[in-house]
């Protein structure tokens, strides 16, 4: 089974047609709504990667948040392979986009008082959606949802830790060139920790509006699967 995972202020619905690909070539699919059931002032990185590993996840894909997710999992249980999409950084990779980093400092105070909260669009458009054209990027920001804060805190402090030598499957991280929020270098250095495969393709870290890309990481994961 193919188990889906999305990102930080995103849900499952992102993963749509990525499992309409998959499902017309004979995969079994399942998209996970890390958040369901969860107390979002209370809940921690952990109770998502949880509820992933709840699962029957042969092959793991994961956005963002999710590509972080995917490696935890890797790290605690055997699964067939992982794929890391415009992943988050686990502990000792460190993120270098200092105007991301301050412009994150205005939810310090939601994170401080556990509030769940997602940004603004100037926020969104400016370091996710950047490459996305502006009707359809209002159109994703009306879509997304608040995030734990903890959680949040968590990945914005490079607070998961991981060890690489307890992960035995197949890798693979894709990268695209334009992403503001995980930048190809951080991305090549998260895969050569594990000495895994890495791709890096056209696009922003919001891959879900060009169905050229889509189709481009699809056939890749497809290719790791063979």
Known sequence: MLIFIHGMWSNEKVWEKFIKYFESRNFECKAINLRKNLDLKRAHFMDYVNKVEATENDILIGHSMGGLIVQKVMERKRVKAGIAICSAPPKGIKFRNISMFLHSLRYL???????????????????????IEDE?????????????PIVAYEIAMNKIEIDERKINAPMLFIAT????????????????????????????????ENLDIMEEISNFILKLLS
């Open 177 to 208: 060139k334009n992403d503001k929020a995980s930048p190809p270098e951080m991305v090549n250095k998260i895969a050569k920790k594990y000495n895994a495969n890495y791709k890096l393709l056209e696009g922003c870290h919001w891959i879900f």
């Open 136 to 148: 359809k990027s209002y159109t994703i920001y009306n879509e997304i949802v608040v995030e734990a």
């Open 109 to 131: 105070p939601k994170i401080l008082q556990k509030k769940p909260f997602k940004p603004s669009y100037n926020f969104m458009k400016k370091f996710l959606l950047n490459c």
